[in-house]
């Protein structure tokens, strides 16, 4: 045997050291799409920063940042450039960086939120002690206060605002210089030049009182400042930590091992990670299912809140598919693995959910180019403030240039839509909807029609019996013999007739194709179930199986099955009506089927036996009469409809091709959740809105008052600050 080629053995160590944080989209060989959590971003800036810092690197194709989640997704060839150089170049630009999994991220979150803790605690503790010392030069009468006393407590106020502005204030230099050294402009530049300019006014005052810059000295403003800058970003911070611990917890809901069952009957605990397709695994109650697959033995109960969002436990019986991440609760199941490890729906949903949050929405991306702009503008304004002032009165001069430098600070304005649309996305997570596109928001707020398939969307996947009749025979006789027939096929029918009975005494038992299952019973008659033209030489066109004894043509049970809708389909359509959204039904099932469905649901536009191509060209019809379609599928078949509607959401456990399609994923399958996705773009939008407004607002109002010196550096950077605030606070409402 030859040894293998030189760096083989290499490669294969960097494609397993990749592998829980990397996908390979081009296949093999390829270019591959690795995610990151960074740390150590304050702004919008810093994300295009780090971009430009890695397209630099050899064989980078793209870098995304999304400066709202602190996620980077890097499109690059490991061969051409290594882990250890995409880490490196992260860190010369002044950032932390880490692998995005579980443990590493977790840790890298842990620290940052620690860090940024003790910064807001030193900022807040000093500025209490820097506002005591100021008290009494507030309050004292003409004369209560002696110049000495003064002189004192302005130093004390100047050795407490040292930690402020050498540990506290850190993040505000540290980024404005990465931002000076890349030539771009970010809010950080004129936040960090207002508290160097002021610290400096207020020393030179301190040490020489009849100096060029006054004997104002500024402490109070200052580390007030600080401390309430800090605070607003300690929950935008907060805000992105809770959206990554969801991510997570999907992404580690896999149990530690699994009981793989072998062939002689024994078992052998192992990795999830070395399960293979066609494998048997046996799940006890309290455990976790390790990969996705169908019940081969046992019933019992499942927990799927982790992935669905579904408190309520979910039935689970022989032929019911299981989902890897959810939990057993009763009963041990002996499961037939049809996915694993990066294929599971656990681990599709946790890639398009870092998809999602790598993206850099448009809206976001043209306000960060604005805060640019309006930073230069702010600069120029403050230096030509702080001019005029010099000749009009030299002493205000500093402090009218740090309030213009201070009160303009585009911090809100580049709050404004990450702060939004990464509450509302985490907002639609927990109630089953997972957004794969940020931008969906904005175009769900535009959408007139909602237009639904039929079979696994307004229905569920399993059918029901509707009714059945018996001639010359005891119907309800006839039918407990019919379900423990029922019991010994595995057809879908038969599946919802027997619902679950145990399967009868029956002997030669055969299932033939496309007729049904017969078998004999202890007298040795033959009994059939199956089409109503094999069983009876007089089928009953109104049913779709029938039972019944060969030789014995009056005594048949005919049985009708019909779909039935999901348990919220009527109330979802509902809601949606009265919110004057239309609702049309689109399926390629027989029409009798949809006819009925859309009875049942209130539905008054639907359509039947429409083939891929006649759905695509009904959707391009209403799109051409003005209408902004929804379009809610499963099958393969709805794929090309669902990639030319506006807005596309798929079934969480339909076919991959409609989930790639898609925009978001209903991984609950509560179809209440499309109408509250509708409300909660809206309200989002408003919210955007209300916070774009607001920094406007807030710009005009105070820029006029800084200017002419009404508005002192306290009163700016308590408004700068407040400002910021409030776009986050504001944002949180969407989690109502």
């Given at each position: 045997?030859?040894?293998?080629?030189?760096?083989?053995?290499?490669?294969?160590?960097?494609?397993?050291?990749?592998?829980?944080?990397?996908?390979?989209?081009?296949?093999?060989?390829?270019?591959?799409?690795?995610?990151?959590?960074?740390?150590?971003?304050?702004?919008?800036?810093?994300?295009?920063?780090?971009?430009?810092?890695?397209?630099?690197?050899?064989?980078?194709?793209?870098?995304?940042?999304?400066?709202?989640?602190?996620?980077?997704?890097?499109?690059?060839?490991?061969?051409?450039?290594?882990?250890?150089?995409?880490?490196?170049?992260?860190?010369?630009?002044?950032?932390?960086?880490?692998?995005?999994?579980?443990?590493?991220?977790?840790?890298?979150?842990?620290?940052?939120?620690?860090?940024?803790?003790?910064?807001?605690?030193?900022?807040?503790?000093?500025?209490?002690?820097?506002?005591?010392?100021?008290?009494?030069?507030?309050?004292?009468?003409?004369?209560?206060?002696?110049?000495?006393?003064?002189?004192?407590?302005?130093?004390?106020?100047?050795?407490?605002?040292?930690?402020?502005?050498?540990?506290?204030?850190?993040?505000?230099?540290?980024?404005?210089?990465?931002?000076?050294?890349?030539?771009?402009?970010?809010?950080?530049?004129?936040?960090?030049?207002?508290?160097?300019?002021?610290?400096?006014?207020?020393?030179?005052?301190?040490?020489?009182?009849?100096?060029?810059?006054?004997?104002?000295?500024?402490?109070?403003?200052?580390?007030?400042?600080?401390?309430?800058?800090?605070?607003?970003?300690?929950?935008?911070?907060?805000?992105?930590?809770?959206?990554?611990?969801?991510?997570?917890?999907?992404?580690?809901?896999?149990?530690?091992?699994?009981?793989?069952?072998?062939?002689?009957?024994?078992?052998?605990?192992?990795?999830?990670?070395?399960?293979?397709?066609?494998?048997?695994?046996?799940?006890?109650?309290?455990?976790?299912?390790?990969?996705?697959?169908?019940?081969?033995?046992?019933?019992?109960?499942?927990?799927?809140?982790?992935?669905?969002?579904?408190?309520?436990?979910?039935?689970?019986?022989?032929?019911?598919?299981?989902?890897?991440?959810?939990?057993?609760?009763?009963?041990?199941?002996?499961?037939?693995?049809?996915?694993?490890?990066?294929?599971?729906?656990?681990?599709?949903?946790?890639?398009?959910?870092?998809?999602?949050?790598?993206?850099?929405?448009?809206?976001?991306?043209?306000?960060?180019?604005?805060?640019?702009?309006?930073?230069?503008?702010?600069?120029?304004?403050?230096?030509?403030?702080?001019?005029?002032?010099?000749?009009?009165?030299?002493?205000?001069?500093?402090?009218?240039?740090?309030?213009v430098l201070i009160v303009t600070c585009p911090c809100a304005l580049t709050l404004a839509a990450p702060a939004a649309w990464l509450t509302a996305s985490g907002t639609l997570a927990r109630r089953g909807l997972l957004l794969t596109d940020l931008s969906a928001l904005e175009r769900l707020c535009a959408v007139d029609t909602v237009v639904f398939d039929k079979t696994g969307t307004l229905s569920d996947d399993r059918l029901h019996l509707r009714?059945?009749?018996?001639?010359?025979?005891?119907?309800?006789a006839l039918l407990d013999v019919a379900r423990s027939l029922a019991a010994l096929s595995r057809h879908p029918h038969a599946r919802a007739l027997a619902d679950g009975r145990a399967a009868g005494s029956w002997a030669d038992v055969r299932e033939l194709p496309g007729r049904g299952v017969e078998a004999r019973d202890a007298s040795g008659r033959l009994w059939r179930l199956g089409a109503p033209g094999w069983v009876s030489e007089r089928p009953d066109t109104a049913a779709r199986l029938a039972f019944g004894c060969e030789g014995h043509d009056g005594v048949v049970l005919w049985l009708d099955l019909a779909e039935s809708p999901r348990t919220d389909a009527a109330e979802a359509?509902?809601?949606?009506?009265?919110?004057?959204?239309?609702?049309?039904?689109?399926?390629?099932?027989?029409?009798?089927?949809?006819?009925?469905?859309?009875?049942?649901?209130?539905?008054?536009?639907?359509?039947?036996?429409?083939?891929?191509?006649?759905?695509?060209?009904?959707?391009?019809?209403?799109?051409?009469?003005?209408?902004?379609?929804?379009?809610?599928?499963?099958?393969?078949?709805?794929?090309?409809?669902?990639?030319?509607?506006?807005?596309?959401?798929?079934?969480?456990?339909?076919?991959?091709?409609?989930?790639?399609?898609?925009?978001?994923?209903?991984?609950?399958?509560?179809?209440?959740?499309?109408?509250?996705?509708?409300?909660?773009?809206?309200?989002?939008?408003?919210?955007?809105?209300?916070?774009?407004?607001?920094?406007?607002?807030?710009?005009?109002?105070?820029?006029?008052?800084?200017?002419?010196?009404?508005?002192?550096?306290?009163?700016?950077?308590?408004?700068?600050?407040?400002?910021?605030?409030?776009?986050?606070?504001?944002?949180?409402?969407?989690?109502?």
């Open positions: 045997m030859s040894a293998p080629p030189p760096g083989l053995h290499a490669a294969e160590a960097d494609a397993r050291l990749l592998a829980p944080f990397t996908t390979w989209p081009d296949g093999p060989g390829g270019a591959a799409l690795s995610q990151f959590q960074v740390s150590g971003m304050h702004c919008g800036a810093c994300a295009g920063l780090i971009e430009t810092a890695l397209l630099k690197l050899p064989g980078v194709q793209a870098a995304s940042v999304n400066p709202a989640a602190a996620r980077l997704a890097l499109r690059w060839h490991p061969a051409q450039a290594a882990l250890g150089d995409v880490l490196a170049a992260l860190h010369v630009a002044g950032y932390g960086a880490t692998p995005d999994v579980a443990a590493p991220a977790r840790a890298l979150r842990r620290q940052e939120r620690r860090q940024a803790l003790w910064r807001l605690f030193v900022a807040a503790f000093l500025m209490m002690q820097v506002m005591m010392m100021a008290t009494p030069a507030y309050v004292a009468g003409p004369g209560e206060l002696t110049p000495d006393l003064d002189r004192l407590l302005r130093w004390a106020s100047w050795v407490l605002t040292l930690p402020v502005m050498a540990f506290a204030a850190g993040p505000f230099f540290g980024g404005a210089w990465r931002q000076l050294r890349a030539r771009r402009l970010g809010m950080d530049v004129p936040v960090a030049l207002g508290i160097a300019v002021t610290f400096i006014a207020g020393t030179s005052a301190l040490f020489n009182p009849g100096g060029l810059l006054g004997q104002e000295v500024y402490f109070d403003s200052l580390t007030m400042f600080v401390a309430l800058l800090l605070l607003a970003r300690w929950f935008e911070l907060g805000a992105r930590h809770r959206a990554a611990d969801a991510l997570e917890a999907v992404a580690g809901a896999l149990p530690a091992t699994a009981e793989r069952l072998r062939d002689d009957g024994s078992s052998e605990r192992v990795a999830p990670e070395t399960l293979r397709v066609g494998e048997r695994i046996r799940v006890v109650a309290g455990e976790a299912f390790a990969a996705d697959g169908k019940v081969l033995q046992g019933q019992g109960w499942a927990n799927e809140a982790l992935l669905t969002g579904e408190s309520a436990p979910v039935a689970k019986a022989v032929g019911d598919a299981v989902v890897a991440g959810s939990i057993n609760l009763d009963g041990p199941l002996v499961v037939a693995v049809q996915r694993v490890g990066a294929d599971t729906t656990a681990q599709g949903i946790v890639r398009l959910m870092q998809q999602a949050q790598s993206q850099r929405p448009l809206l976001p991306g043209v306000l960060e180019h604005v805060a640019a702009g309006f930073t230069a503008v702010v600069l120029l304004l403050a230096l030509g403030a702080g001019v005029a002032w010099w000749w009009v009165e030299p002493s205000r001069a500093l402090a009218v240039a740090v309030a009714q059945h009749w018996s001639r010359g025979a005891d119907a309800d359509v509902a809601a949606l009506r009265a919110r004057g959204v239309r609702v049309k039904l689109l399926s390629g099932d027989q029409p009798d089927a949809v006819a009925c469905m859309a009875a049942t649901l209130g539905i008054v536009h639907w359509q039947a036996a429409a083939t891929p191509a006649s759905k695509l060209a009904a959707m391009r019809e209403w799109q051409a009469a003005g209408e902004r379609v929804l379009m809610v599928g499963d099958g393969i078949n709805d794929a090309p409809v669902l990639a030319a509607a506006d807005v596309r959401i798929a079934m969480g456990q339909g076919a991959m091709l409609a989930r790639g399609a898609a925009d978001a994923l209903l991984v609950s399958e509560r179809l209440m959740a499309i109408p509250q996705a509708l409300a909660l773009a809206l309200r989002t939008r408003r919210v955007l809105r209300q916070n774009l407004a607001w920094a406007a607002v807030y710009n005009l109002a105070c820029v006029p008052l800084a200017l002419t010196g009404w508005l002192p550096p306290l009163a700016a950077g308590i408004g700068m600050a407040a400002s910021s605030l409030f776009v986050v606070l504001n944002a949180q409402r969407l989690n109502r």
